[in-house]
């Protein structure tokens, strides 16, 4: 279950709709949650969506394990300092000059350092990968933050998660102390709420919106608008757009 603060969307999965094979049916559903500059994470969803395809079409082996998504998505992050990816986004990725600008009198290495523009800088985005993976012990949630560096979900007693964008790290310090008794999915979503709309502290009469994705690898995502006033909820209505195999 996925909530966050706002009526958009967050999940953007990273499976492709392909039938089964033999009769074998891998009900596994792997995604990616973002925070962060928007043109950003269109930058990188798109980068890790393309990957998943080449990943396909190359080795036929899909999806693919959390841990190694993590690589690539970390790859990415810090792409801006090197020139190794095709169709660079100029505004993130070091990006070379024209020659002619490089001065005629200057030695080569004074050319190789013009023919690089300053303008390069890291990604602004957090981001958690979501996978419903039980076998093994593949991590199903990771937190990737923008130096590229990769962390295991916090866990409970009764559950694991994974806090990110503002107020991440209060979220993070309040589930850790929660009581929950069971990790049922309905349980969980009721805390995830509370603890929100408690550390938004919206004021008396305001309307806070927010969206519970939840991630069913038979379903695919199922998705709530929540609108909640007074610290509770108001009403709920469907925003689903289910996302199946």
Request: net charge negative.
């Amino acid at each position: 279950v996925v909530i966050s603060v706002g009526n958009r969307k967050v999940v953007r999965p990273l499976i492709l709709p392909l039938p089964a094979r033999n009769g074998d049916q891998d009900n596994n559903m792997v995604a990616m949650c973002c925070t962060g500059i928007r043109s950003d994470v269109d930058w990188l969803v798109r980068h890790m969506q393309r990957y998943v395809v080449e990943v396909w079409e190359t080795y036929d082996h899909h999806p693919m394990e959390s841990s190694a998504l993590a690589y690539w998505l970390s790859r990415l992050l810090g792409s801006y300092q090197d020139n190794d990816l095709e169709e660079e986004w100029q505004s993130s990725i070091r990006r070379t000059l024209p020659k002619d600008s490089a001065s005629s009198s200057s030695s080569s290495s004074q050319q190789a350092t013009m023919l690089e523009s300053s303008l390069a800088r890291p990604l602004g985005v957090q981001t958690m990968l979501v996978s419903t993976t039980t076998t093994g012990n593949e991590p199903n949630l990771l937190r990737v933050e923008p130096t590229g560096r990769v962390f295991k979900a916090e866990t409970t007693n009764s559950f694991a998660f994974v806090a990110i964008g503002k107020q991440s790290e209060v979220l993070k310090e309040r589930l850790l102390r929660s009581g929950l008794a069971n990790s049922r999915m309905e349980d969980l979503e009721q805390l995830l709420v509370q603890e929100i709309l408690e550390i938004l502290g919206s004021t008396r009469g305001e309307v806070v919106e927010l969206v519970v994705e939840r991630i069913r690898p038979e379903a695919g995502i199922d998705c709530t608008l929540l609108t909640c006033k007074n610290g509770k909820v108001q009403s709920r209505s469907s925003l689903t757009s289910s996302f199946a195999h």
